[in-house]
């Protein structure tokens, strides 16, 4: 008896997958202004909630640094994982709409003009997120810990100086972008899920900087500060308005060098100036 055939589904071959980014791309870059905003803010809720659940984890302080920072990783891994399946325009995986405007399917001031508008989508879907979360007393779970916990991340991503930020930016958005890249060869939502867990793991662990989830960290900290003030002895002095926006700025143009200069240019290096047609 013949044994039986099952279909496979493979995932989509490197050069498949450039062609797949460049049609992206330009769905992207084309997108009326409304919708692209509507899903921003969408990303930037989902990256939030990724962001909730990794201070949850962080505010057991029974977990040692590898297990915290790993588990943390992991369940922050939420938000990307929905970008990819549920349909958002995120800030920093659009970093890969370069390889797109590099074969000419749209023009830079479409691609800046969607850039421009997906950060300030993200910006407003963390800020709802923060929003919620205050009015749900999130801080106050775990007898106060996740509060600290918030202060705690907050203030050390305030108090990093400038240019360590932005490399910190750089690393963030080269495993962000290869999660992008990895989830448009996927073809299944179990695909999409192993190509964002692992990086955004690694990034998370390490305490890379992704200037999205920041929105969500940062502002997160200054309204549990106003809400519960410092714990004693604590410094709490970086968590101001100021670091955030140093923070923001860094992390911005690091995730941007990062994802355009590193994981795009290495793909149009590869397969770029429509190799598969010559």
Same mark, same amino acid.
């Given at each position: 008896?013949?044994?039986?055939?099952?279909?496979?589904?493979?995932?989509?071959?490197?050069?498949?997958?450039?062609?797949? #980014?460049?049609?992206?791309?330009?769905?992207?870059?084309?997108?009326?202004?409304?919708?692209?905003?509507? &899903?921003?803010?969408?990303?930037?809720?989902?990256?939030?909630?990724?962001?909730?659940?990794?201070?949850?984890?962080?505010?057991?302080? *029974?977990?040692?640094?590898?297990?915290?920072? &790993?588990?943390?990783?992991?369940?922050?891994?939420?938000?990307?994982?929905?970008?990819?399946?549920?349909?958002?325009?995120?800030?920093?995986?659009?970093?890969?709409?370069? %390889?797109?405007?590099?074969?000419?399917?749209? @023009?830079?001031?479409?691609? /800046?003009?969607? !850039?421009?508008?997906?950060?300030?989508? $993200?910006?407003?879907? @963390?800020?709802?997120?923060?929003?919620?979360?205050? &009015?749900?007393?999130?801080?106050?779970?775990?007898?106060?810990?996740?509060?600290? *916990? %918030?202060? @705690?991340?907050?203030? #050390?991503?305030?108090?990093?100086? !400038?240019?360590?930020?932005?490399?910190?930016?750089?690393?963030? $958005?080269?495993?962000?972008? /290869?999660?992008? !890249?990895?989830?448009?060869?996927?073809? *299944?939502?179990?695909?999409?899920?192993?190509?964002?867990?692992?990086?955004?793991?690694?990034?998370?662990?390490?305490?890379?900087?992704?200037?999205?989830?920041?929105?969500?960290?940062?502002?997160?900290?200054?309204?549990?500060?106003?809400? *519960?003030? #410092?714990?004693?002895?604590?410094?709490?002095?970086?968590?101001?308005?100021?670091?955030?926006?140093?923070? &923001? @700025?860094?992390?911005?143009?690091?995730?941007?060098?990062?994802?355009?200069?590193?994981? #795009?240019?290495?793909? %149009?290096?590869?397969?770029?100036?429509?190799?598969?047609?010559?």
């Amino acid at each position: 008896m013949a044994a039986p055939s099952y279909p496979t589904v493979d995932a989509l071959a490197p050069a498949q997958t450039y062609a797949k #980014a460049v049609a992206v791309g330009k769905a992207k870059a084309t997108m009326p202004a409304y919708r692209a905003f509507v &899903l921003a803010v969408a990303a930037g809720f989902y990256i939030g909630l990724g962001g909730m659940l990794m201070l949850l984890v962080k505010s057991d302080t *029974t977990l040692g640094f590898a297990a915290s920072s &790993l588990l943390g990783g992991f369940v922050f891994s939420l938000g990307l994982f929905a970008v990819l399946v549920a349909g958002a325009e995120l800030f920093t995986g659009n970093s890969l709409m370069a %390889i797109g405007r590099f074969e000419g399917a749209y @023009s830079l001031a479409q691609l /800046l003009r969607s !850039w421009a508008v997906v950060y300030a989508g $993200n910006l407003c879907g @963390s800020l709802l997120l923060v929003a919620l979360l205050r &009015l749900a007393r999130f801080a106050d779970l775990n007898g106060g810990a996740v509060g600290t *916990t %918030i202060l @705690s991340v907050a203030t #050390a991503k305030c108090a990093l100086p !400038w240019v360590t930020a932005a490399f910190r930016g750089v690393m963030c $958005n080269v495993l962000v972008c /290869l999660a992008v !890249w990895m989830g448009f060869a996927g073809k *299944t939502v179990v695909d999409k899920f192993l190509a964002a867990a692992m990086p955004v793991m690694a990034f998370v662990a390490c305490g890379f900087e992704h200037c999205v989830a920041n929105m969500f960290f940062i502002p997160m900290g200054l309204v549990t500060l106003g809400m *519960t003030g #410092a714990p004693a002895g604590a410094d709490v002095s970086a968590l101001t308005v100021g670091g955030m926006l140093s923070n &923001l @700025s860094a992390a911005t143009l690091g995730n941007v060098l990062g994802g355009v200069c590193f994981l #795009a240019a290495l793909y %149009i290096f590869a397969f770029g100036t429509n190799v598969e047609k010559k």
